[in-house]
């Protein structure tokens, strides 16, 4: 009989529950053996809940109990998730996590804890909610070197792109609808400002290198600014406008960062829709391999975090080979200001055109708004561009994937 | 040190060796141990090949042979692969394998073969070559039922289907051209007439079951009979032409048929061109996930070769709970004429229609062709549609997904 402890029961932790009950008779005959929920740890009461009986208040009555050997941490926030965390590997039990925000921060810390006592932290669900992509990098695809990862990683923000693009919604209009629809927060910078793209890039990122990058390190921009005139133009161009968690190896550095880009309709990324993620993994021998599902919700992220429960629980007694992370240092990362890829330049029709974009066509979407795609030019050479359009007649630039 | 020995070098047999060649640095890292390959089975010589010195032409070099712990079988057909497998498992051997046919035909034997020896037989690379989806389905959905699964499975198909779509390419030009490109067999049966899609769907659904249905006796059509006029007709109803492997658990019995069908544009599966596969799998707690990416071709293929041989050597000494599948009985698998689907009716123009479509909207493509798309119907009512038409007149019917 395998104790398993579930610390917070909002949405995600709520689902476990429901899972682990729900699913109990088939999970238990693939594992051949039996397993229990001891406790739930929140600081509510939830008289009406069927599983009531297993809340506690009290941290303390996990942690000192040695016959919980799994714990499942969905409190969300760093801080206690973290501490708890810690505690919990510390005293030789395992942790599974939906948790980006500690996995992406303390990482490095979490997995050398769980490796030198034994333990696993194991967290399938902190990205891509229910798509499993995690466990296949690691165990799929780990005949290749991993070259590029390009990911929808924010069902909230593609919710309101897919909004923009299919029925001429304002974002403002399309951010409204979406917290209606309990899509997104009252507070939605997380999602908006690609805060929440940033912490699960650089989770695959280290995956993909071992080497950790701090998520607030990372170049990052929102959708907030993205326009309707900039969702049109993307129409032109055969492309849609995602926001993209992207990483790459060049020169054996890493380079990761998040932007709304210009994605080519043959790329399937292109045609992920409303709050689906979709993950494409560029690797040296397969080639692209893509996986798709539902990046969020109750369910779908519960049916990962237990599948990390199952993976442990059918594992406890052989040793599995431990995630090993370093911190990037600054030698590990590249100088983003070579990062190299075609941009689209939206601008006044009435504006001069710099003369190194002479060569391209320009393509005009309505109202005075033209537009020019370029060929690879690297971060610096989109600036000195932009910089000679002029403040007035510019109106914004996209990376294109 | 690990020694695995290659059965057939071919397509997938050469790739595979060039994969752990090329990238046994890294493999061996995350291994934390060495291998080697010792021999490679082929009735040829291949004098200018970097493995020349490897090949033997005699199986029993292999069997005899107590160091090689691994085999990858990549001969294809079923003799003598099955029979050099099993030989393997009774000798203690580890196998991997891209070979559906044996697979699909003698899984349940290999299977219990491999458990009662206390090895194991992985076939990561008989269903969506390089895309990871045996693998996450075992370990990834683990915690869920899986209700689901259509795949589209093979790319040879799915490329003629999809010249036909875009460039208005007739069934036997693009064959023709497909078999230019070397994506098709000069006989091109096993990949048209949909027997590598049967064996690749009775795979999956034995994965979700437990059960292995004879790939030869489950219902199969190819797409040797559509016509442009379909393919227009599909597009009428915001719908792509695809040959879907389908299975699925109805009342606990199973489900399961390739033939082609009208697939919806909301339905990822329908984006999915040329010659790549994607199998999507709706599971109870997860809802829809896909995989997608490359479904044949040397490297990718052997990329998911290499990933079980990994999976293999990381675990020798572990206990891996085996794989079990028993044979499916008549009482395991529905009355496929009871399967319920809509139905996409083609019709002349002048026929009179049965009065059970008259409730439906009739959609007219040109040269006086006219489509009805039903509500869910059985096999036999579609049947009893289709006798009330008279042969003259009804023009085709496609199930839809």
Redesign the interface.
Same mark, same amino acid.
């Given at each position: 009989m395998i104790n398993i402890a579930i610390l917070g029961f909002g949405v995600v932790g709520s689902g476990t529950a429901e *899972?682990l009950t729900?699913?109990k008779k088939?999970?238990e005959e /693939? &594992? #051949?053996c039996e397993y229990n929920i001891k406790y739930i740890l929140d600081l509510r009461d939830f008289p009406d809940s069927p599983f009531s009986s297993l809340i506690t208040h009290d941290f303390k009555d996990i942690l000192d109990d040695p016959e919980v050997s799994v714990v499942a941490e969905m409190m969300g926030g760093s801080h206690p998730a973290y501490d708890f965390t810690k505690a919990c590997l510390e005293a030789g039990k395992n942790v599974v996590t939906s948790n980006k925000e500690v996995v992406s921060t303390f990482g490095v810390e979490l997995c050398e804890i769980a490796r030198k006592n034994g333990v696993r932290y194991l967290f399938?669900a902190s990205v891509g909610g =229910?798509?499993?992509v995690i /466990?296949?990098m690691i165990? $799929? &695809? %780990? %005949?290749? @070197?991993i070259n590029k990862i390009s990911g929808i990683l924010n069902g909230t923000t593609n919710y309101i792109l897919t909004s923009m693009k299919n029925e001429g919604a304002s974002f403002d209009d399309a951010l409204l609808c979406a917290q209606k629809l309990g899509y997104a927060e009252a507070n939605p910078s997380a999602d908006v400002d690609g805060i929440d793209a940033a912490r699960k890039i650089v989770i695959l990122a280290a995956l993909a290198s071992g080497k950790l990058i701090d998520p607030r390190a990372i170049p990052t921009v929102g959708i907030t600014k993205i326009t309707l005139a900039d969702t049109e133009m993307a129409k032109e161009f055969g492309c849609t406008i995602k926001l993209i968690g992207y990483s790459e190896i060049v020169d054996g550095k890493l380079c990761a960062f998040v932007s709304p880009r210009f994605v080519p309709t043959t790329n399937?990324l292109s /045609?992920?829709d409303d709050v689906f993620n979709g993950i494409l993994i560029n690797?040296?021998? *397969? =080639? $692209? *391999?893509?996986?798709? =599902?539902?990046g969020a #919700?109750k &369910?779908?992220t519960?049916?990962?975090v *237990?599948?990390d429960?199952? $993976?442990i629980i059918?594992?406890i $007694? %052989?040793?599995v @080979?431990p995630i090993v992370w370093e911190t990037a240092s600054e030698s590990d990362i590249n100088n983003f200001s070579e990062y190299s890829c075609p941009r689209v330049f939206i601008f006044n029709c009435k504006a001069n055109i710099p003369a190194s974009l002479s060569k391209y066509e320009i393509k005009e979407s309505g109202n005075n708004i033209c537009g020019i795609m370029t060929d690879s030019i690297t971060e610096n050479e989109a600036d000195t561009i932009a910089a000679e359009f002029g403040n007035n007649n510019l109106i914004s630039v996209y990376r294109v994937l």
């Open positions: *899972v729900e699913n088939i999970i /693939r &594992l #051949g399938e =229910g798509i499993p /466990r296949p165990n $799929d &695809l %780990s %005949s290749n @070197k399937p /045609r992920i690797a040296n021998m *397969v =080639g $692209d *391999v893509m996986f798709y =599902g539902p #919700g &369910l779908p519960a049916s990962a *237990v599948a429960i199952i $993976d059918a594992n $007694d %052989s040793e @080979k």
